[in-house]
């Protein structure tokens, strides 16, 4: 069943060509498409195009959908071009005539948008959550072994004394500036483009305002035009937040990868979280971490893949926007998944406490015997030249104190403010207010 056929079968090739992967990938709208379609017709219902017999059959017929939905139950059948086809066609079956008439003054166009947007704001809300576990579990590692000095380095050569409390830390505060990105993703999906219908408007007096406060958006996309052009953007901007969360996994990755490296010893895992080899018997190799970063620079690959897939289309809507959900959304059941592990790796991670014992870090501290010279009145020039000269003809002997007391350094982690600042980036969502608008639609 296609829903704008006339008289006319389309050729079987044509056919498969077309509908590509969107059965398959149509299954995760489902939901957003029955909660557009409750708004849509609530709002038909106040002008004039559906009765209150025809509007109750609607409501409750949409509802059961919805249930079967949640429940796992719902399929699109073989012969069924996508959801929006399989909901309309499922709600005729059962209610009637009042189930042929909830595409007035709706295309597919803007039918597609508003479930995209719903869908990726319910994503958006498991990417924060998952992002929130990632950052909680960092911040207590940054605390826990806050006392615990490892290596800096610079140009990967040995450089000045970090620590286990920085190295946790920086990440978890990287997450503060990655959700920035996605809240700001968020404000882009959080508009509502239903009531732009192919893009042009509708003759009919259509109550955009009604379904922005039902579907619990936080406005509208004004402009019918605008609305349709956001297709493509909208998943730009997203992937762009996407990519800057997996940035950081990817980074925190590749640290993890090389400080288990027998060379540095930094930190280790459980045997039963590792792999072996089928040839040496001593590996314990980082497959996990690996993975990760893997997956994460595929996702870092994203944007520019939707921004070379949407480059140069004139304004209105075209099939090519069709191909954006086959790259967009494997991502993010991946970053969710490369989140999640991460969590749980790093709740068995062990931390070496004695790193710097090992004499080949001593150059570690040779600014902080230039700085001790400083506080005693050396000028900085001359005390940076007396301590290079002692390296150089053996008589260097490294000052392992370590007093550093500014805001973010090893003694002032600063945690607190990194927590504020999640907590407040985290609350901006106000997932909360568009859940409560949800369930008063389904109630």
């Known amino acids: 069943m296609k829903i704008w056929q006339k008289n006319t079968d389309v050729n079987q090739l044509v056919e498969t060509f077309t509908v590509g992967n969107d059965r398959v990938l149509d299954l995760q709208l489902a939901e957003a498409d029955v909660l557009g379609s409750l708004a849509h017709t609530r709002m038909l219902h106040r002008i004039g195009l559906l009765g209150d017999a025809d509007l109750d059959a609607v409501q409750q017929g949409l509802k059961a959908i919805y249930r079967e939905v949640k429940a796992g139950e719902f399929t699109i059948d073989d012969h069924v071009e996508d959801v929006h086809s399989q909901v309309e066609l499922l709600l005729t079956k059962r209610v009637g ?24 704001r319910m994503e958006i809300e498991k990417l924060v959550g998952n992002v929130q576990a990632l950052f909680t579990q960092l911040i207590h590692l940054s605390d826990t072994h806050k006392a615990v000095l490892l290596p800096g380095y610079t140009h990967l050569q040995i450089a000045m004394p970090s620590s286990f409390g920085l190295w946790f830390g920086a990440y978890a505060e990287s997450l503060v500036d990655d959700l920035e990105m996605m809240h700001a993703a968020w404000n882009v999906c959080n508009k509502n483009p239903l009531g732009s219908a192919a893009g042009y408007g509708s003759s009919f007096p259509l109550d955009r305002t009604m379904t922005t406060e039902l579907l619990g958006f936080a406005d509208l996309n004004y402009n019918v035009v605008y609305a349709q052009m956001g297709r493509g953007k909208t998943e730009r901007l997203l992937a762009q937040a996407m990519s800057a969360v997996a940035a950081t996994l990817a980074k925190l990755a590749m640290d993890v990868c090389l400080y288990m490296n027998q060379n540095f010893g930094f930190i280790s895992f459980p045997d039963h979280l590792t792999t072996g080899s089928s040839i040496m018997p001593h590996k314990k190799n980082p497959d996990v971490f690996e993975l990760v970063r893997g997956r994460c620079n595929k996702i870092q690959a994203l944007p520019n893949e939707i921004a070379l897939m949407t480059a140069n289309l004139p304004s209105g809507y075209h099939r090519d926007l069709q191909l954006l959900k086959e790259n967009l959304f494997p991502a993010f059941r991946s970053l969710n998944e490369c989140l999640e592990i991460t969590v749980f790796m790093l709740d068995h991670i062990r931390i070496n406490d004695r790193i710097l014992d090992d004499p080949k870090y001593d150059y570690l501290f040779s600014v902080e015997v230039v700085n001790e010279e400083v506080l005693k009145g050396v000028p900085f020039r001359e005390a940076y030249r007396n301590i290079g000269l002692a390296i150089e003809n053996g008589t260097y002997k490294p000052q392992k104190a370590v007093n550093h007391t500014h805001e973010g350094s090893i003694g002032n982690l600063c945690n607190d403010a990194i927590r504020l600042a999640f907590d407040r980036v985290a609350g901006s969502f106000r997932f909360g207010e568009v859940n409560a608008a949800l369930d008063r639609l389904i109630q």
């Open 97 to 120: 005539d009042a189930g042929k008439k909830i595409h007035s003054g709706r295309s597919r166009n803007d039918q597609v948008l508003v479930d995209l947007k719903l869908f990726f």
